[in-house]
């Protein structure tokens, strides 16, 4: 009889334990994905205004197949989108007598002054991978007195909605990848990670601006407890 009931007890702990295991692998598993970017205007295969290094079609097409397989394994994906205004304050032409890529002081910020690029509502702003693998998109630089690398907040702290839409759908970690590894990727995972999200940026789905701001936001990202790999397992 004695031996019975230890059985029963030692079963139903048994039981118990596997149950909080299985709960608790399956909230460690609560993954989102961010795709930082990907359009147009930042590719060589659309003739993109801000076209970054190796963005041609096999670019693309790595981004798009990785973040269909990523999707297909139940994580949640997010997209962020560049959405400026004709008249936003980051374009050379908004300046008179000012150069693409100069860097000039704008309210005590340091701004790089970029061709014009992802204006709303032009073929070259759209999203270059399929928008119904999104759960949803976030724009970013409407606003035509502030810069946004950051899919998290603008240059004002004007923050957007991915941080509630990321914690309401109990997201825990995120994948990271898009363009550009220097500016908006770096932007985005680092606000992420100071959000409290334990971040991974897949180097290997991210193109940049330069190699020299590239390795510097790689080893800032890595300073602030991001993760770096070189590319996606699955
Ligand atoms: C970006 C420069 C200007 C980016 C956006 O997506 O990294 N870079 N706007
Ligand atoms: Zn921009």
Known sequence: MKHISFIIAALSFAGVFLLFHTTMSI????????????????????NGSLACNSTDKAYVDKVVEATRALSKKGYLVFATQDWHPAD????????????????????????????????????NARILVDNNLFMAVVKKGKNPKYDSYS????????????????????????LVYGIATDYCVKATAIDAVEAGFKVTVIEDLCRYVAPDTSAKALQEMKDKGITIVKELSL
């Open 88 to 123: 936003h304050m980051s374009f050379f032409s908004n300046h008179a007598g000012k150069k693409p890529y100069e860097v000039m002081k704008i309210d005590g910020r340091t701004q790089v002054l970029w061709p014009p690029h992802c204006v709303q509502g032009t073929e």
């Open 151 to 174: 899919g998290f907040q603008d240059d004002g702290g004007d923050i957007t909605e991915m941080n509630s839409i990321l914690k309401r759908n109990g997201i825990q970690k995120l």
């Open 27 to 46: 909230a460690e598993e609560k993954t989102g994905v961010i795709v930082v970017d990907v359009q147009g205007d930042f590719t060589t295969l659309k």
